[in-house]
């Protein structure tokens, strides 16, 4: 599968494909794995789009938790921790979606109340 080839462009594009365009709920699993643990900052990033594309209501709770973990990490690459804000947005039909005109910072750009609450519940 695509999802696993060694080129990340690949990898990065299966993503797309599959959860964005074609919205593999089928395969979400996948698209949490991809965040989680691939070793490609661009691949996680656009897995971060994939968990929330690819999401259901039974998976939901989880993918949030997933989501909010990526935008607390401060180890994590600041565009992965942005792509992963804007799955929550998403997911939360929120619409106060950071200036993509300028470098994400999460410091400034994160609404951290609502991420606190959100780890919480």
């Excluded at 996680?44 to 989501?67: H, K, M, N, Q, W």
């Excluded at 804007?86 to 951290?112: C, K």
Aim: aromatic residues 8%; glycine residues 2%; proline residues 6%.
């Amino acid at each position: 599968m695509l999802l696993e080839h060694p080129d990340p462009d690949v990898r990065e594009e299966a993503l797309r494909v599959l959860f964005i365009l074609w919205k593999a709920k089928d395969l979400h699993r996948r698209a949490v794995d991809a965040l989680l643990h691939d070793e490609d900052p661009d691949v996680r990033a656009a897995a971060g789009y994939a968990v929330a594309a690819s999401s259901s209501p039974l998976t939901r709770r989880e993918d949030i938790a997933t989501l909010v973990a990526t935008v607390r990490n401060t180890e994590e690459a600041p565009f992965v921790r942005a792509s992963a804000y804007d799955g929550l947005l998403i997911l939360h039909e929120r619409n106060s979606f950071p200036d993509m005109r300028r470098a994400f910072r999460p410091e400034r750009d994160v609404d951290w109340s609502w991420i606190e609450r959100l780890a919480q519940d």
